[in-house]
């Protein structure tokens, strides 16, 4: 059984998404981030940039446990491991890292970026708001060209399209209007409609609550 350290985040769903997909047993351990526990020496054995989430495979690729932090570096583990949601031709395979590798430079960034400043940000920044939601509308953009040509970023359904599903969830947050990117709804529509999806996005959803004034410090200010 595979032990996941995580939090109902983004980066936390694409791994939660992969094992419902996957079928692969796991056990949650929550890491609140709001109260620090990111911080404990014994999750950052596991995960030293203090960064949810993480696992740790008793079972690994030479029979011995394996821990791993880093979202897109799991995804790509449990793909190797299962065989599953990486396209098996050498060509298709680096089209979904491609697309993987969008969601974490760009997608995770800078859609983070414009939630923060849109939403949680102490003070209203109009400089920031402005550019990062205009990049929000940028990569929207870049997703709804690419969603004209192919149903999914790879072309079939893998894990790129696991990455970057979750942050497209707060699109309103983000300054985002779906309508405007009729492909990225489609897309959107027919990902959030999976079983294994579904299953996914409430893995600790009854912990997520409005964040106090200590959470954020703990998250954006200098306690982090």
């Known amino acids: 059984m595979i032990d996941v350290y995580t939090w109902p985040t983004p980066n936390g769903h694409k791994v939660h998404i992969m094992l419902e997909e996957c079928a692969l047993p796991y056990k949650v351990h929550a890491i609140d981030i709001g109260a620090g ?8 054995k ?3 940039n203090n960064k949810m989430p993480a696992i740790v495979d008793p079972d690994g690729p030479d029979g011995k446990p394996i821990s791993l932090f880093e979202s897109g570096a799991i995804l790509m583990y449990l793909a190797a491991k299962t065989g599953k949601f990486m396209p098996s031709d050498v060509r298709g ?5 491609q697309w993987l590798m969008f969601q974490m430079g760009g997608v995770g960034p800078m859609l983070g970026q414009a939630h923060h400043f849109r ?18 509308k940028r990569l929207y953009g870049v997703m709804e060209r690419r969603l004209g040509e192919e149903r999914y970023f790879a072309g079939e359904y893998s894990i790129a399209d696991m990455a970057i599903f979750p942050w497209t969830r707060s699109y309103a947050n983000q300054g985002i209007d779906l309508a405007d990117f ?14 294994a999806v579904k299953r996914a996005v409430q893995v600790l959803a009854e912990r997520r609550k409005p964040m106090d004034n200590k959470e954020k410090e703990m998250l954006f200010g200098a306690k982090q």
């Open 37 to 44: 526990d990111q911080f404990k020496p014994a999750f950052l």
């Open 46 to 48: 596991i995960s030293p």
């Open 93 to 97: 395979k680096y089209v979904a890292l």
């Open 119 to 136: 939403i949680y940000a102490p003070e209203k920044v109009e400089y920031a708001i402005n550019r990062y939601t205009n990049e929000a």
């Open 182 to 195: 009729p492909n990225v709804r489609r897309w959107f529509d027919a990902i959030d409609a999976r079983p």
